[in-house]
C-alpha cells in the first residue's frame, strides 16, 4: 500500500519540472524576440541611417528628370545687316519611349492623323538606339503644320508618349540665292555623331540638326552654341509637371559675312539661264562679296529632311545643282592665264615692252612638226608685241614665251599667284585645280616633260585647271599689284571681328605691273580688244581678260564647228577683270559653262556686275554721309 508522502512527492517533483520547462521557453522566446529585435533595429537603422542619401537619390530619379535644353542657333547677315539664315518657330511630333507599350501599334496609330513615311520611322528608330537619357523625347516628324498639331491634340488621351514640342528650326529667307555659300544645316546622323568627342556629343543632346555645308558647316560649332539643361518633376507615368531648376544654354555666335546680299542677286540674275560661277572679291579686304553658282536649289527643303522625290530631282540633274561651281568646279582657264605669263616673261627678262613676233595664225616648234593654232586662223600680223598679244589674246606670242620661259620658270609664276593651291576660303570642300609641273607630270604620268606641253598650258590648257574662285584671287592680286589675300567670308564671328591678311604677295616691278594691268584695260577699251563690247556707255574703267577654254580636243586637221557638236561639249567662257583700272575696289571671275566665247557671254555677266557694285557702293558711301552729318547736327 503506497504511502500519503510519497504521492506528494512525485506530484512536486514533476511540477518543478514542468515550471523549468515553461521557464526555459519563454526564455528561448524572450531571446528569439531580442533578436528579431535587434534584427529589425539594425535594418532600420540602415534603411534610415546608413541608406539614407541613395534612397533619396534614387526617389529623386523616379520623380526627377534631367533634360538638355537646346541652344538657339547663331543667326547671319550680309555685310548691310541684311539676315540672310534666321531661326523660325516650328512644331516637332515627339515619342517617349518608355511611356509606350507597343510602339508599331503607335505608328499604326498616328499614321491615320499625321503623313508619316517610313523614313521617319527608320530616323526615329535609329535615334532611339543611341545612348539617351530615360523619358527623353525623341523627335518622330518635324514641322508639323496646323492641321497636324489639331488632330494630335484632339487625339491625345490615346495617344499615351506622343508629345508635340515647339522648336526653333533653320530659315534661308532668301532661298537658291545663297544656298552654296551659306550652306545649310539637316538632321544630325550617325557618322557626324561619331566623329564628336564626349563633349562635344553633350552639346548635341537636345539638337537634332548640324551644318551640313558652307558656312553652316564651317562655323558650326560658333553657331550651335552651348546645350542648357532642366530638372523637371514628373508623374508616375513620366508626365512632365513643373521645371524644378533651370541652366539656361549660352546661344550660338552671330555671324556677320563681307557678302553684299544686293550684289549676289544682281551676279545670280545676270547667270539666269545658265550653268556657271562668279566670284567677286573687295581687293581692299580680302573679303568676297558676292559667291553664286548656277543653276542652284533651295536650301530650306533639307532642313527638316528633304523628301526622296525631291532630292533625286536635285541629284540626278544634268545641271548638277548641288555642285558649287565657285569652290568645285575645275575649268581650263585658258587665255585669262595671258598676264600672268606676260609680267613673267617681262620680270625674267626674257622679253621687254619692246619685243615682236610675227603671228601668221600659227606656231611650230620646228619644221614639220605638229602646228599650234592661234584662235585667230590668219593670225595677228607682225609686230605684235606683249600689250597686242594681251589685247587681242594672240595665242601665238605666247607660244613663243613658253618656249623661252620652259615649264621650269613658269611653273613657279603661276604659284606665286596661287594656281594649283586651295586660296583657303573659310568654307569647306575647297578643290585645288591643277598648276603642272615637270615633277608632277613624272610623278602621276610617269612620263616627261615635253615642250608642246608648255605651249597648252600658256594658253590655260592641257593639264591646267583653276576654279573660279582661283580665278578672281589671281585677277585681286593684279589689281593690289602683287599683295595677295586668302578671301574670306566672314567679317565679325559674335563681337569679334575677323581680319584678314595678306597670304603673300608677288614681287614685280612697279613698271611692269602698269604695263600688264595696261594692257588688260586695253582688252575692255582698247579698240581690238576683245572684251571692247561691254565697253559702251562705261562711267569707270575696267582692266580685265577673256578666256575660251576647250572641253573636247579637236583633231589636228579639223575646225571647232559649234553646229556639229554636243551643246554641253561647247568651249567654256571665262572674263576676269578688276574696276576702276587705277584705283581698283573690286576684282571678278565669270565662268560661263559651254557659253562658247569669253567676250560675249562671260564678260557682258561681269558688267552687270560692276555697274551694281558702283550703284551700291554710291548708295552706301551717301548713307554714311548723312549718317555723320545727321550725328554731327544731333545736340
Not at 9 to 20: F, I, S, V, W
Not at 127 to 139: H, L
Not at 446 to 458: A, E, H, I, K
Request: aromatic content about 8%; charged content about 25%; some cysteine.
Amino acid at each position: 500500500m503506497p504511502t500519503l508522502g510519497s504521492d506528494n512527492d512525485l506530484r512536486m517533483a514533476n511540477q518543478g519540472h514542468e515550471r523549468r520547462v515553461i521557464q526555459r521557453r519563454i526564455g528561448v522566446a524572450l531571446l528569439g524576440m531580442l533578436v528579431m529585435l535587434g534584427i529589425l533595429l539594425f535594418r532600420f537603422y540602415s534603411l534610415q541611417v546608413t541608406q539614407h542619401e541613395d534612397f533619396v537619390t534614387r526617389s529623386d530619379r523616379n520623380r526627377i528628370q534631367v533634360q538638355p535644353v537646346a541652344p538657339t542657333r547663331g543667326l547671319i547677315y550680309d555685310r548691310n545687316g541684311i539676315l540672310l539664315a534666321d531661326n523660325r518657330p516650328s512644331y516637332r511630333l515627339s515619342v517617349i519611349v518608355e511611356r509606350v507599350d507597343n510602339l508599331d501599334a503607335l505608328f499604326s496609330t498616328l499614321g491615320d492623323l499625321v503623313e508619316l513615311s517610313q523614313s521617319d520611322i527608320d530616323r526615329f528608330k535609329k535615334t532611339k538606339r543611341r545612348a539617351r537619357s530615360p523619358y527623353q523625347p525623341i523627335p518622330l516628324k518635324l514641322d508639323l503644320s496646323e492641321d497636324e498639331i489639331a488632330k494630335i491634340s484632339v487625339n491625345e488621351y490615346r495617344l499615351e508618349g506622343v508629345e508635340v514640342e515647339a522648336e526653333l528650326v533653320r530659315y534661308y529667307p532668301h532661298g537658291e540665292l545663297l544656298a552654296h555659300t551659306i550652306g545649310y544645316v539637316g538632321r544630325i546622323n550617325e557618322r557626324e555623331l561619331g566623329s564628336f568627342d564626349e563633349e562635344a556629343r553633350k552639346d548635341y543632346s537636345a539638337t537634332y540638326s548640324i551644318g551640313k555645308i558652307g558656312i553652316e558647316k564651317k562655323y558650326e560649332r560658333e553657331l550651335l552654341g552651348k546645350v542648357g539643361s532642366q530638372f523637371m518633376e514628373t508623374n508616375a507615368h513620366g508626365r512632365s509637371l513643373r521645371v524644378l531648376q533651370r541652366q539656361d544654354p549660352t546661344p550660338g555666335k552671330d555671324i556677320h559675312l563681307y557678302l553684299d546680299l544686293h550684289l549676289q542677286k544682281a551676279a545670280f540674275d545676270a547667270l539666269e539661264g545658265w550653268r556657271g560661277a562668279v566670284v567677286a572679291i573687295d581687293v581692299r579686304t580680302g573679303g568676297v562679296v558676292a559667291m553664286v553658282s548656277t543653276p542652284s536649289f533651295n536650301p530650306n527643303l533639307f532642313v527638316t529632311g528633304i523628301g526622296y522625290q525631291d532630292y533625286n530631282a536635285l541629284n540626278r540633274s544634268k545641271d548638277l545643282p548641288l555642285y558649287n561651281r565657285t569652290i568645285q568646279a575645275q575649268y581650263p582657264p585658258g587665255s585669262t592665264l595671258k598676264p600672268i605669263l606676260g609680267l613673267g616673261g617681262l620680270e625674267s627678262g626674257l622679253i621687254s615692252p619692246q619685243t615682236r613676233i610675227h603671228d601668221p595664225g600659227f606656231y611650230q616648234l620646228s619644221e614639220g612638226e605638229r602646228l599650234y593654232r592661234d584662235w585667230k586662223k590668219w593670225g595677228h600680223g607682225n609686230n605684235v608685241d606683249l600689250n597686242k598679244a594681251i589685247t587681242e589674246s594672240c595665242d601665238t606670242f605666247f607660244y613663243e614665251l613658253a618656249v623661252r620661259l620652259g615649264i621650269d620658270r613658269m611653273h613657279p609664276i603661276g604659284a606665286h599667284f596661287g594656281l594649283g593651291a586651295k586660296t583657303g576660303i573659310d568654307i569647306p570642300n575647297e578643290r585645288s585645280g591643277l598648276w603642272p609641273s615637270r615633277e608632277w607630270k613624272k610623278r602621276y604620268r610617269r612620263l616627261p616633260w615635253y615642250p608642246g606641253d608648255s605651249l597648252n598650258v600658256s594658253i590655260g590648257q592641257g593639264d591646267v585647271l583653276a576654279t573660279p574662285l582661283q580665278l578672281a584671287v589671281m585677277t585681286a592680286t593684279f589689281a593690289n599689284q602683287g599683295i595677295r589675300y586668302e578671301p574670306h567670308l566672314v567679317s565679325k564671328l559674335g563681337e569679334q571681328l575677323i581680319k584678314v591678311t595678306p597670304a603673300d604677295a608677288v614681287q614685280a616691278k612697279a613698271e611692269n605691273w602698269d604695263y600688264v594691268n595696261s594692257a588688260m584695260e586695253s582688252v575692255v577699251h582698247g579698240h581690238r580688244g576683245t572684251a571692247k563690247g561691254i565697253s559702251k556707255g562705261l562711267e569707270y574703267r575696267i582692266a580685265g581678260k577673256t578666256g575660251t577654254a576647250q572641253v573636247i580636243g579637236i583633231a589636228q586637221d579639223e575646225e571647232y564647228d559649234r553646229d556639229k557638236i554636243d551643246k554641253r561639249n561647247w568651249d567654256h567662257a571665262l572674263f576676269v577683270s578688276f574696276a576702276p583700272a587705277h584705283a581698283p575696289e573690286i576684282a571678278l571671275a565669270v565662268v560661263i559653262e559651254n557659253g562658247e566665247h569669253g567676250s560675249s557671254a562671260a564678260a557682258p555677266i561681269a558688267r552687270k556686275v560692276f555697274d551694281n557694285w558702283f550703284k551700291i557702293e554710291t548708295a552706301r558711301k551717301a548713307q554714311q554721309m548723312n549718317n555723320i552729318i545727321a550725328t554731327e547736327v544731333t545736340p
